[in-house]
């Protein structure tokens, strides 16, 4: 699996458009996202087995419920699975918890992005619930990973945007607006 300091990869992928547009059916609810789309911006990239699931939707839905939080971090959030966007689209119009999301659902088909991010699970074949922070440069930043029947807390990810984004060492618990820690006042006061 790819992890902090690797280069997040290449990719070009169909998605489910965010909001009312990803809704208008499949002339005009589709887009391509590449790595190149929202350039500049951070990027929470984050996975999920198959669509029609049980733990899935909550977990979707809590990062979307996130997502302006995670705009004012000038970060956008992508959604990822291997069904393909017809089996997205069909998803949220019958699924009322993900029915009016506010992120893209990325069709990863081919799994060329979940297999080279190294992600795939052994004996299933569909993705692990893998979590990436990647920032502007395309280096991944935070991963983690999760087996295929445990849900993330997004609200963490969100934490950890916040100290990554701080530039400064943030201990145990570090939410926004705390102190970070200065070596250097640490010293001083030991000595």
Known sequence: MLTVGDSFPAF?????????????????????????????????????PKDFT???????????????????????????????EFVHLNWRVYNDDIRDLS????????????????????????????TFIVDPNGTIQWASVNGLNVGRNPQEVLRVLDALQTDELCPCNWEKGKDVLKPQELFSKAA
């Open 12 to 48: 070009s992928l169909t998605a489910v458009k965010a909001g009312p547009e990803g809704l208008g059916g499949p002339g005009v609810s589709f887009t391509e996202i590449d790595q190149a789309t929202d350039e500049g911006k951070w990027k929470i990239v984050f996975f999920w």
């Open 54 to 84: 049980f733990v899935c939707p909550t977990e979707i839905a809590a990062f979307a419920k996130l997502s302006g939080e995670f705009a004012d971090r000038d970060a956008v959030v992508y959604g990822v699975s291997t069904d393909s």
């Open 103 to 130: 992120i893209p659902m990325l069709a990863d088909v081919k799994r060329e992005l979940s297999g080279a991010l190294g992600i795939l699970d052994k004996e299933a074949g569909v993705p692990l619930r893998a």
